[in-house]
């Protein structure tokens, strides 16, 4: 029998907390019952066993991930859209390590809730990148990179690699110039070759 007031996002809640703090490498059913002040076995009545917590944990992750990256870029002007987006994602990985880590792992194609939160980020990028004017793979190309630049910067302000005493942002909104500029330069580029 479920302990009244315990429900799927208590857990969720729970386990996002210890990943945050511990990592998500680190997180069991046992610290997550611990946590919550039950045993073990009746997290089942939530979650499908610790790889069932984990893919609950990366859909609620990106689907945070997600709001926080929408509500950004919709508050933003069009021209400032991807620095918006580009903060709010840094912000996230910064805020939430452990919630951020378990977004990173590609979605099984046959996992349709982790495959649609997933896309949703995707399809975001894809509109604020879309002045830069690359389309079809070049424009899937754009948006990793775009990723990459943000989670290089996520991963090594989180183990402390910036020691020089300068504004973070600033250095990210001066990547994010370079690439976009490099990005719209590859699309020039790509016309004059058509």
């Known amino acids: 029998m479920p302990r009244a007031g315990l429900d799927q996002t208590a857990v969720l809640q729970a386990a996002a907390e210890l990943a945050d703090e511990h990592g998500i490498d680190a ?25 069932g917590l984990r893919r609950k944990l990366a859909v609620h992750g990106l689907e945070q991930l997600y709001s926080r990256m929408d ?12 620095f918006a987006l ?27 809730d982790l495959e649609q939160a997933a896309d949703r ?5 894809l509109r604020v990148l879309q ?19 943000l989670h290089g910067f996520a991963t090594l302000e989180g ?4 020691g020089i005493p300068l504004d973070l942002l600033e250095s990210l909104r001066f990547s994010l110039r370079a690439y976009l500029g490099g990005l719209r330069q590859a699309s020039l580029l790509s016309d004059k070759q058509e």
């Open 159 to 162: 183990k402390g690699g910036f």
């Open 121 to 125: 980020i995707l399809e975001l990028t």
């Open 131 to 149: 002045d830069t004017g690359l389309t079809g793979e070049a424009s899937i190309h754009a948006v990793r990179g775009f990723r990459s630049l």
């Open 27 to 51: 997180l069991t059913l046992a610290l997550v019952a611990q946590k919550l002040g039950i045993r073990s076995p009746s997290l089942y009545n939530h979650v499908d066993g610790l790889s």
């Open 86 to 112: 580009a903060e709010a994602y840094f912000s996230f990985a910064s805020q939430r390590p452990g919630l951020y880590e378990a977004t990173l792992r590609a979605p099984d194609a046959q996992d349709t």
């Open 71 to 82: 509500e950004a870029a919709s508050a933003s002007t069009p021209e400032h859209a991807a």
